[in-house]
């Protein structure tokens, strides 16, 4: 990248190649579907009346959860695949580079221009370092706790023997000391991506004005875009 | 000593005919086949019987009093002349010093031989000073017992898991007898349930003696075949909670209609238990059956949970006492406020340099 780094220019660059970008929306989009469903399965809606064999609704929601657990494992599993197959930016929030002084740096200078005590943002092409933190600490950790308890719980239903039994709930259970606690944790972490969320969307939107590159129009068609000519500041090689 | 426990059953008056019924009895409950029957009746004929000692730490004899209500009157005939129960300080004719030497007669004389059944738990504070039996702490005469003994039955959750004496702030310390430091390594069957179900604790005493083996048992100790599956697994309102038809207030039409719990704060989907299978007194209902929740009484901590009657549970990690939409709800009303902040002061700092965006 060392030639990128100082071939300064403001031709666009493609960084988020196709799988990144489907996988970014479809995990935007189960993340809401399971936080309504999950809600709703803790403290359900309004009761119905009439005969049992009338309805399903509790049924209903519960299968949207569970389908959506499945998708999200089976999304980040793809996701997992393309930080090995596809480009350098892929691998950015499964392996950030915690030992590189330079990193850390990054990442006070991006502390500081959210304290207003910089006048400027440094230069990426990549997520910048402070992204790549939330990311990797709240949201990708985060993501896979939910689906281990997540099936952890499920394995609970399909009972012993069921390969979701075996495979988390044997483990999960006694590490959490018993499934009240298993549910409460897997609702709390609930919480934890709400907010990650909510700053994502918010710096999201706030970088796109502010930022020396483009934003929003990067995660929608994988191209970035810079406002000045200047050098960027990303590590060597992401 | 070599009185078997068909031998002792027919002393104590049983017909060949009862006897046999037992064992299809048993084999039933125990969830194995037919063939079976005759297998627990010939073991039955031939080994010697295993004495049972029977201790009482911190406890409230709920355990007892359920074990001795069993629910088929043979059954429980049948394991009370099956265990010597030659101490057993709630039902035993002995007392005083004579009792206390029964302790010390079966632990030298079946070395190794017999089942230490534990009701209730020591308390470890202070020495173990908040529970003496005949002069000595508890937790003494318990290590005691272990140290010779072929396996330990942690009866109820008391012994199980610490139950109502070790809810926080547990100022005796009192601890499940797998947690007791020094206790000799034996192998522990749980039998959890504030009281556990007579019949779930006769039919794991009744696989003991005849198979002289340990039943099956889950990675949290307890029996398999009792408690694999949760309360709400098998419960009969299950239809209403997939349907979403649930009792509001305790007096509302959906209560009278018998609908599912869940809002009331059941715990059936998250308590192992054989509740809604095997159900209580000879099987005629069971909490949920009574229009009442189920308090989850045989899992790990369930006093420290919170109320019995909400659905999400308090988390105490933190030091605070709440549930996860609690302290969830709040961290999200603090980051959006933050946000709302933050956005607030982007605007007023753009606002006082103007040169910014020309960059
Ligand atoms: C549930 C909702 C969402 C979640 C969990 C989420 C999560 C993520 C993650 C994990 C990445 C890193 C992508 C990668 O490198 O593979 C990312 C990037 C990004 N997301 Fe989201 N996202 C969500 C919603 C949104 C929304 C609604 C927007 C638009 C306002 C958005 C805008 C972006 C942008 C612009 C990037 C690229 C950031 C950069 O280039 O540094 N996200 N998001
Ligand atoms: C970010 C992802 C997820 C969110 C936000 C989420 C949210 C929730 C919430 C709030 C609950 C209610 C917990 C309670 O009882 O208080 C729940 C329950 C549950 N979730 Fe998730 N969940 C997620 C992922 C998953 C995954 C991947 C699976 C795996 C299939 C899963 C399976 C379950 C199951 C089995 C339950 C229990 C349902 C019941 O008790 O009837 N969840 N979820
Ligand atoms: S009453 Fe309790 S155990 Fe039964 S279905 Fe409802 S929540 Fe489950
Ligand atoms: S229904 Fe629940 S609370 Fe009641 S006895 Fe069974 S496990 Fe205990």
Redesign the pocket.
Same mark, same amino acid.
């Given at each position: 990248m060392t030639e990128l780094t100082s071939a300064a220019s403001t031709a666009p660059i493609y960084? @988020?190649e196709k799988p990144?970008r489907l996988? $970014?929306s479809l /995990? =935007?989009l189960l %993340?809401?579907v399971l936080s309504v469903t999950g809600y709703l399965i803790a403290d359900p809606l309004a009761s119905l009346k009439g005969e049992a064999s009338e309805h399903f609704l509790m049924g209903y929601i519960r299968f949207v959860h569970f389908s959506a657990g499945y998708l999200i494992a089976i999304a980040l599993l793809f996701?997992l695949y393309w930080a090995y197959a596809g480009n350098e $930016? =892929?691998r950015? +929030?499964f392996l950030p580079p915690l030992l590189k002084a330079h990193f850390w740096q990054g990442v006070f200078h991006e502390v500081l221009w959210y304290l207003f005590l910089v006048k400027e943002p440094r230069k @990426?092409i990549? !997520? /910048?370092p402070l =992204?790549i933190l939330a *990311?990797h600490f709240v949201?990708?950790w985060g993501v896979l706790f939910m689906i281990v308890t997540g099936f952890a719980l499920y394995g609970e239903g399909a009972g012993q023997g069921s390969w979701q039994h075996t495979l988390f709930s044997s483990w999960v259970l006694p590490l959490f000391g018993s499934s009240q606690s298993l549910h409460s944790w897997h609702h709390l972490f609930m919480w934890l991506?709400i907010c990650?969320?909510l700053v !994502? %969307?918010y710096v =999201? #939107?706030r970088?796109?004005k502010l930022s020396r590159q483009s *934003? #929003?129009s990067? +995660?929608v068609t994988g191209w970035?875009t810079f406002k000045d000519v200047r050098p960027v500041d990303d590590e060597s090689g992401a | 000593m070599t009185e078997t426990f068909y031998d002792v059953m027919r002393r104590q008056g049983i017909t060949r005919r009862s006897f046999l019924k037992f064992c299809s009895l048993t084999a039933a409950s125990l969830g194995l086949a037919p063939a079976f029957a005759p297998k627990i009746a010939h073991a039955m004929e031939t080994k010697p019987r295993i004495p049972v000692l029977w201790l009482h730490g911190l406890e409230c004899t709920c355990c007892s009093e359920s074990f001795i209500r069993s629910g088929h009157p043979l059954a429980k005939d049948v394991i009370l002349s099956m265990l010597s129960l030659d101490y057993d300080d709630t039902i035993m004719a002995a007392a005083g010093h004579n009792a206390e030497a029964i302790v010390t007669e079966i632990v030298e004389k079946y070395k190794g031989n017999y089942i230490l059944a534990v009701e209730g738990n020591p308390p470890l504070a202070e020495d173990g000073m908040y529970c003496i039996i005949g002069g000595k702490p508890f937790v003494e005469q318990l290590k005691y017992a272990a140290e010779s003994c072929k396996a330990i039955i942690s009866w109820g959750s008391c012994a199980s898991w610490g139950c109502v004496q070790a809810a926080k702030p547990n100022p005796t310390r009192a601890t499940p007898v797998h947690k007791v430091p020094g206790l000799a390594n034996k192998p522990i069957i749980k039998v959890p349930g504030c009281p556990p179900i007579a019949e779930v604790m006769t039919a794991v005493v009744a696989y003991l003696l005849t198979f002289e083996k340990l039943p099956t048992l889950d990675r949290q100790g307890r029996p398999q075949m009792f408690y694999s599956q949760r309360i709400h697994d098998k419960c009969y309102r299950r239809p209403h909670f997939d349907a979403g038809q649930f009792v509001e207030h305790w007096d509302d039409e959906a209560a009278r209609q018998g609908h599912c719990l869940y809002k009331m704060g059941c715990k059936g989907p998250t308590t192992y238990n054989a509740c809604s299978t095997v159900r209580w007194n000879e099987g005629v209902s069971f909490p949920i059956q009574s229009g009442h929740g189920c308090i989850g009484c045989s899992e790990d901590g369930f006093w420290d949970k919170g109320s019995f009657y909400e659905r999400l549970t308090d988390i105490n990690q933190f030091g605070i006492e709440a549930n996860a939409d609690a302290v969830g709800g709040t961290a999200a009303a603090l980051v959006g406020a933050g946000i709302a902040a933050h956005a607030g002061l982007t605007a007023l700092n753009r606002a006082k340099q103007p040169g910014a965006e020309k960059q």
């Open positions: 960084v @988020y990144v996988w $970014h /995990n =935007a %993340i809401v996701r $930016h =892929a950015q +929030i @990426y990549g !997520h /910048n =992204a *990311m949201f990708v991506i990650f969320v !994502h %969307i =999201a #939107l970088e796109d *934003m #929003l990067t +995660i970035r | -």
